[in-house]
């Protein structure tokens, strides 16, 4: 694209004005699609972000008259919203009266949470806005008088029902990771118009291998935070006798700086590094034993999980929100339960000495799938403005299920627009069912959702801890988890169940399971019924067996 691209990006602020997640990623897309890219920040200082026009907000400028002003300038046909700073929900209006089609990201919980991370000031996870949003008001006021409470919520921007609106008129919702999906849609988010793209891109070369030992060290990147885990970690490292240095990025005042260093025990160093810019971040992860995320609220995802594991540093977090998606336990990470000081002492123990272990962290294998996701979600959001610029139906949907509904289509002998009114049913509503077509769609469907993943993640982890090099997935339906598992290394290979499942498999590139394939390991769905002893006696081979449940899976 040139400066005359159709699209145009907006973004709170973009690197160098500010250096947090949301930024980077917004100067990061704007580079990857050679995009306009509107930054809201009131530094009125412009901005350099390689590849793209950047439209900076002028000196004594608003928000709004910078948000016309680029409309004006750039005249676009489609506009990303990353982020929208002091800019109220009900500005994206203006491009619903322009007639131009907008995606909204929706990369935290900022449209229904000001803080946004649903975390009361309680110190606990927060169930979501009262009405009007002085539930909201009143947990930010920390406590000052109740007459405080109204300014509040103006000072904040904070209107739920003007976000519904907004929501409302966007073609596509795009969020960070399957947990925030599933939150969107409990909070009556329309699941057809979802999409997951991590908020990261691709890099351009894999960083070069070290010969040198790594530290004894974690980076840590929370401050002095409840919600962010910063007492949990203490905790950990209070049981943790042999010494871990830690190194604190990120702003932290001088008395955050003493409360943290209070809070850890004096035998574990702690080194206060501030701000970074993301090459000084590399090299600081690139010497270290391990990044810990050791949050306590429902994290969205955790651009610092992949940074690590790009630098081939174990990432350490709780396994909560978006991370156990991402993160299977001994493979491209170590997860901790929540509100476990000693499960997330054991995991940095395992982190830090994982070369220890025979079959620990394989850092080829948890970087080769971070540039996979990068790159997969870029693809999508290419993909998306394609269909978007050419005005074409249902563009989410086939963004976020484009293979799988071309396969059921396909396999059942649909047309698109009937395969895609299966798939919004499912979406929308998935039971019991025997129907072919019904059952596809609605197995298409829960393979898009957080639980379906974790499960699949944690049976990932029995295998690698196993050693297990092959598995028969039963009731393999439309082959989500072969498909997964020989993402990871695997032969999968999918148990034909309802033939026309089968077929969609296949379509999908699942392999199905023919003569003379001896699998080491057994995984059943919950829909598998079958006799186990008579599965053992044809394949003496299989060691283990994982079976999914509702509540996760269980090794029988």
Known sequence: MSE??????????????????????????????????????????????????VVARR?????????????DEVQPRLVFVLGMGELPPDALLELREREIRYALFMLDYQQI???????????????????????????????????????????????????????????????????????????????????????????????????????????????????????LLAEALDAIGEPVTIHAVGALESAAQA?????????????????????????LLAAAGGAVMPVRW??????????????????????????????IHGLNGYLSEPEDAGSLAEAIENALGNSRHERGWDAAAARRQVQTHAAAGLAKLRRLSELLLADEPHAAARVEFDQPLAAAAEALNLEAEAAYGHLRSSL????????????????IAAAATRGRRVHLNHALACYHAAGTRSVLCLAGGTGDAALWFSAWGLDARNHESVAELAAIAQRLGARPAGGGFEPEAFFLDRRASTDLGELRRRFPGAAAVIAETPDGIQVL
């Not at 000196?59 to 409309?71: I, K, T």
């Not at 409360?259 to 090299?283: K, M, S, V, Y």
């Not at 929308?428 to 129907?435: F, G, N």
């Open 4 to 53: 005359a691209s159709p699209l145009l990006l907006v973004a709170a602020a973009a690197p160098p004005q500010a250096g947090d997640d949301a930024a980077l990623y917004a100067g990061d897309l704007a580079t990857a699609l050679a995009a306009n890219l509107l930054t809201l920040s009131p530094s009125g200082v412009p901005p350099s972000v390689r590849g793209a026009r």
């Open 59 to 71: 000196p004594g400028e608003s928000a709004r008259q910078a948000w016309f002003r680029a409309l």
């Open 113 to 231: 949470c000001p803080t946004r991370r649903l975390w009361h000031r309680s110190q606990q996870v927060c169930g979501g806005p009262g009405p009007g949003g002085v539930k909201c008001g009143w947990c930010v006021s920390a406590g000052r008088s109740l007459f405080e409470v109204p300014a509040h919520i103006f000072a904040l921007r904070h209107y739920p029902h003007y976000w519904e609106t907004a929501m409302a008129g966007a073609e596509a919702l795009v969020v960070a990771s399957r947990s925030l999906r599933d939150a969107w849609i409990a909070h009556q988010a329309p699941p057809e118009r979802l999409i997951v793209v991590p908020p990261i891109v691709p890099r351009a070369e894999p960083p070069p291998p070290s010969a040198a030992p790594r530290s004894r060290s974690l980076v840590y990147a929370g401050g002095w935070d409840e919600a962010a885990g910063a007492k």
């Open 259 to 283: 409360e943290l260093r209070a809070a850890i025990p004096e035998r574990h160093p702690i080194q206060f590094a501030g701000e970074l810019d993301p090459p000084a971040l590399d090299r």
């Open 298 to 327: 429902q994290q969205t995802y955790g651009r610092m999980l992949d940074l690590a594991a790009w630098q081939g540093a174990p990432p350490i977090a709780t396994a909560i929100g978006g991370i156990p998606e991402r993160i």
């Open 428 to 443: 929308e509503s998935r039971a019991e069912t025997e129907d072919p077509v019904e059952l596809a769609f609605d197995q």
